[in-house]
């Protein structure tokens, strides 16, 4: 049987980040769980493209906009299961294994792993465990905690909508919590922009961001003022 995982990771400049996260794709490789990385550049100017050549991924240059790059990755996909994973992002060395037994026990969910961040700021313990209570509360994990999702599922959620922010957030939404699992596992997450923000005022950022998202405020007006 085919091992039935694409993992989809779109990047932009990614050249300091993406080692690292495809070093922890490892497990997956080693057991026979993944068919193919794809990484979807948006041209970087760095060498984003040598580093996933290199590494054996198969690289697609397409338009800049996540959702654009996300939706491009798909398209290439042989595998019956998504991972979509943010090039700042690691995975814990279980995360394999956790996959694994999703796919054959919760075919029909979607999974999302425990987020944290790579910081040893304790400003960094308090935002995860915030993030992570939201996350499950409200079925709303953010991309920066990966998203595992069959291709059934993909399709009759309709995909990623072809946008610059949100993305994310528009299609766990269209998923709903009842199909929506959390895997024991984590995803590392780079601290760099909450390290040069302040971390209450990222946080408060974003949630603000959020909120004006789910108020009617466009993905595109939002990409415009994202940094």
């Known amino acids: 049987m085919p091992a039935p995982l694409s993992v989809i990771i779109p990047t932009l400049n990614a050249a300091y980040d993406l080692p690292l996260c495809l070093e922890s794709l490892m497990p997956g490789l080693e057991s026979g769980l993944i068919r193919e990385v794809i990484v ?17 991924a198969t690289y697609i240059a397409t338009a ?15 595998g019956d299961w998504f991972l ?3 090039a700042d992002t690691l995975l814990s060395r279980e995360w394999a294994e956790r996959v694994a037994d999703h796919i054959r026990e919760r075919p029909g969910n979607a999974g999302a792993f425990r987020l944290k961040y790579r910081s040893d700021d304790k400003r960094a313990r308090w935002l995860e ?17 990966g998203l595992l999702i069959s291709r059934e599922l993909y399709e009759a959620v309709g995909g990623f909508p072809d946008v ?13 919590k009842s199909r929506l699992t959390f895997l024991d596992a984590e995803a590392r997450t780079s601290a ?13 950022k974003n949630s ?8 009617g405020v466009s993905p595109d007006k939002l990409a415009k003022e994202y940094t």
């Open 192 to 204: 760099v922009k909450y390290e040069r923000d302040g971390w209450r005022r990222r946080a408060w």
């Open 64 to 78: 800049k906009g996540r959702g654009r790059q996300l939706i491009a990755g798909t398209e290439a996909a042989r």
């Open 40 to 56: 979807c550049d948006a041209f970087s100017e760095d060498g984003t493209a040598a580093i996933a050549e290199a590494a054996g």
């Open 129 to 145: 465990s915030r993030a992570n209570r939201r996350a499950r509360w409200l079925g709303l994990p953010y991309g920066d905690q």
């Open 84 to 86: 979509f994973l943010h």
């Open 208 to 215: 603000w961001m959020l909120a004006r998202f789910l108020l």
């Open 164 to 176: 610059r922010l949100m993305e994310d957030v528009m299609i766990v939404r269209a998923v709903g």
